[in-house]
């Protein structure tokens, strides 16, 4: 598993637009409607990194992470830029991750392989079903057909390679996610993200399920599916070292951990959030989600909108713990702020050992199965 020393950090570039919205997103994302005047957008990038870097210098980069949104619309050109701009700011570490998303409905084998020649060394495939019905279900526009042809180029292109997939849809039952996983493996990515479909209510899918109009898999069928891909990623030799993530050893995804172990990272764009420690102090920051209003404040007024906020030595306990404990490994409790016995509950903590929710080996506190299966119930009993 990947290591991080005192001063990594890692960053994070929303691109909030994609070419439409999903029904069951909620991200800050937003269907693109006007020609988007993509130097203009470059610059306020570039401005917030030159202004994040005096706040954070001599940080080492462990990994930079293009997320959205789509940003896979974005020229390879721009990625290229705000690569050079980072190289120029910050150290990069020897093995530093540089992700895309990528949406497959939208890419070609010549962008995929500019992606490559730009600096990109890995990408995270929007697959979310290898089944019509599926993708149907999700909205997505693009088929199974270009899911398959991406996966097989990027894998050309990218050792490091991973797909989103969702379970948990509306209509989907055991049988389909065992039918669909079998499709999955065969592809042989390296790394699956696997999420349960949650219905957020600020989405599309939020107000249908408030209508009735959608039905999803009951409690028990969700508890079902949970296990069978624990047991069958394992069978793949894709073992879960997160809730939802899953990978062959030496390619988990560096960035992702490294917000799980609370690490340093600094987020740029609509929206983005970043943990930063200035002085001491760990801060919580948002950006402006509004992406009108980002990019006008930033270049208009040379001013970036956010949000910041210190964060006591309580909620910095408290974020670690809802982070580290996501993680297969568990989290050293010796790390935290404040001793763990001032953090937690102390009769929760000892009932949740002894039905063997959470399981603790030396100075490591780790969920078990049943604990990352009712993880969120977990945290908020654990955590006073
Ligand atoms: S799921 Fe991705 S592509 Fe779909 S609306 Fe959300 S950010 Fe955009």
Known sequence: MHTFSENSTSIYI????????????????????????????????????NRAAQQAS??????IYFGGGTPSLLPAVFVGDILDEIQKLWTLDSNCEISIEMNPGYVTEKVIASFSTAGINRVSIGVQSLTN???????????VQDALSVVKTCSKYFKNHSIDLMYAWPTQSIEDLKKELVDIFALDCPHISIYQ??????????????RGEILMPDENTCTDMFDYLQEATDKAGLPSYEV???AHSGLECRHSISYWKYIDYIGIGPGAHSRLTINRQKYAMVQES??????????????????VTALSLEEQCRETILVGLRMTEGMDVTRLPLPFSSVVDQ??????????????????????IEGRRRLNALISYLVK
């Open 197 to 210: 479909l949650i219905i957020e209510p600020d989405s599309v899918f939020g107000s249908m399920y408030s």
């Open 347 to 368: 009769k929760a903590y000892e009932r949740l050992l002894h039905e063997k929710y959470l399981v603790k080996n030396g100075d490591v506190l780790a969920t078990t």
């Open 14 to 49: 929303h691109w909030p637009f994609c070419l439409q919205k999903c029904p069951y997103c909620a991200y800050n994302s937003y269907p693109i409607r006007d020609l988007i005047d993509v130097d203009k957008w470059k610059r306020a990038y570039l401005m917030c990194l």
């Open 133 to 143: 019905e599926g993708l149907a279900v999700l909205g997505r526009t693009h088929t």
């Open 244 to 246: 939802a993530n899953h």
């Open 58 to 63: 001599g940080r080492v980069l462990t990994s």
């Open 290 to 307: 509004n992406p009108q209003k980002w990019l006008n404040s930033i270049i208009d007024n040379q001013h970036i909108l956010e949000e």
